[in-house]
């Protein structure tokens, strides 16, 4: 009885020690998009639905009724092999500032607290974890920004990076990074009755762009190295802020792309319609 006993509790301490990890050790990071006020919105009544802290933090340290801390709650119910509360990040920055500068910056302070969660989980675990990237809105060009930090990482080369785009504007400065070879899958979900996605207009900052790219695009390149994906819930196409309610169901919706897009070895364009 004594030799169970002390089982147990050698048990119950290395379960303190370590937290749950997922199956397949992933760690997921959800990358917000711009909040054009978002210094004044986080003291006003719509702070739960915005606020995160700048930089990687852990969805479960936010009160439970706020929006990310509901997505990750979401995920986990949805699949608790490889989503777990204790490896669910949120991942703030300064999005008031429209600019693609402002995102490049944000997309190095990710890249260098990523390393840190990685070597940390390394140093707990004995095991390289994965990377799963949610980015929704410009949070998609913040993951896409990343493919210019990574490779200062030598340990990082090596890393398995997933990238999940929502409804993130295609610019001409970050198109290309698509096809980096950082990321090892990279999704983009857009829907067709999403105006603000395009609605961001390039041109307006950089004079150098052609009539043709002032507005931000919907779709990237068909040769890029990136399954594109058609999205609709119950058979509609949805609106830019629809995404929101959505994320909490992304482990089923990531199932599906996933299952319909097994054939695309280098890329092409799907169409998923979501039932809820």
């Known amino acids: 009885m004594k030799i169970n006993i002390m089982m147990v509790l050698a048990l119950?301490?290395?379960?303190?020690?370590?937290?749950?990890?997922?199956?397949?050790?992933?760690?997921?990071?959800?990358?917000?998009?711009?909040?054009?006020?978002?210094?004044?919105?986080?003291?006003?009544?719509?702070?739960?639905?915005?606020?995160?802290?700048?930089?990687?933090?852990?969805?479960k340290n936010l009160p439970s009724h706020y929006h990310f801390s509901k997505i990750?709650?979401?995920?986990?119910?949805?699949?608790n092999e490889s989503y777990s509360i204790e490896q669910f990040y949120v991942f703030g920055w300064q999005s008031e500032h429209v600019s693609d500068?402002?995102?490049?910056?944000?997309?190095?302070?990710?890249?260098?607290?990523?390393?840190?969660?990685?070597?940390d989980y390394y140093v707990r675990h004995q095991v390289v974890p994965k990377i799963r990237l949610i980015g929704f809105s410009h949070g998609g060009n913040v993951i896409l920004h990343a493919a210019d930090y990574v490779p200062f990482y030598a340990d990082m080369n090596d890393l398995e990076i997933e990238a999940w785009l929502f409804g993130t504007p295609v610019q001409v400065v970050t198109h290309d990074l698509v096809n980096s070879d950082c990321f090892s899958n990279i999704y983009s979900i857009y829907s067709k009755k999403d105006v603000v996605q395009v609605l961001d207009p390039q041109g307006l900052r950089d004079r150098s762009l052609t009539k043709n790219h002032f507005w931000s695009g919907r779709t990237f390149c068909e040769f890029s190295r990136c399954v594109q994906?058609?999205?609709?819930?119950?058979?509609?196409?949805?609106?830019?802020?629809?995404?929101?309610?959505?994320?909490?169901?992304?482990?089923?919706?990531k199932k599906i792309i996933e299952e319909k897009s097994g054939h695309l070895h280098a890329g092409g364009t799907i169409a998923v319609d979501f039932k809820i």
């Open 229 to 253: 994906v058609d999205f609709t819930v119950n058979g509609q196409a949805i609106a830019h802020a629809y995404y929101n309610f959505i994320f909490q169901y992304f482990p089923k919706i």
């Open 101 to 119: 500068a402002a995102r490049k910056k944000a997309a190095k302070v990710l890249v260098e607290q990523m390393y840190e969660v990685v070597v």
């Open 72 to 79: 990750a709650h979401g995920c986990v119910a949805c699949d």
């Open 12 to 59: 119950l301490a290395t379960q303190v020690l370590l937290g749950n990890t997922t199956k397949d050790h992933s760690i997921t990071i959800f990358v917000h998009g711009t909040y054009l006020m978002r210094k004044i919105l986080q003291y006003s009544p719509y702070r739960q639905q915005i606020y995160c802290p700048q930089g990687l933090t852990l969805a």
